[in-house]
């Protein structure tokens, strides 16, 4: 059993940046891709970016060129930076390692983009 923890989230004026983190309790390695997900207030949880474990990355069109995801197997840890953000960012976030079997969730971070 793998736990993630994701940690960064907080309250951001607009244009401002954070980096999320995503903390797993063992290695990362069996994870053939890892992902972040976002649920904003009254919305359904939406697919934000994706890292396999070829370092291939993909994003949802509205982030290009403002997020980052990247991870680092040393420290078992996934993270996202998030640049120029917009009110729109405004969610939950949480993250998801996915490997052969099964998927596991975090319990998501709050980020908050207002002035």
């Known amino acids: 059993q793998v736990q993630l923890v994701e940690s960064g989230g907080g309250l951001v004026q607009p244009g401002g940046s954070l980096t999320l983190s995503c903390a797993a309790s063992?290695?990362?390695?069996?994870?053939?891709?890892m992902t972040w997900y976002r649920q904003g207030p009254g919305k359904q949880r939406e697919w934000v970016a994706t890292?396999?474990?070829?370092?291939?990355?993909n994003y949802l069109d509205s982030v290009k060129g403002r997020f980052t995801i990247s991870r680092d197997s040393a420290k078992s840890t996934m993270y996202q930076q998030m640049n120029s953000l917009k009110p729109e960012d405004t969610a939950v976030y949480y993250c998801?390692?996915?490997?052969?079997?099964?998927?596991?969730w975090g319990q998501g971070t709050q980020v908050t983009v207002s002035s």
């Open positions: 890292i396999t474990s070829g370092g291939s990355t």
């Open positions: 063992g290695s990362i390695d069996k994870f053939y891709a």
């Open positions: 998801n390692g996915r490997s052969t079997l099964v998927e596991y």
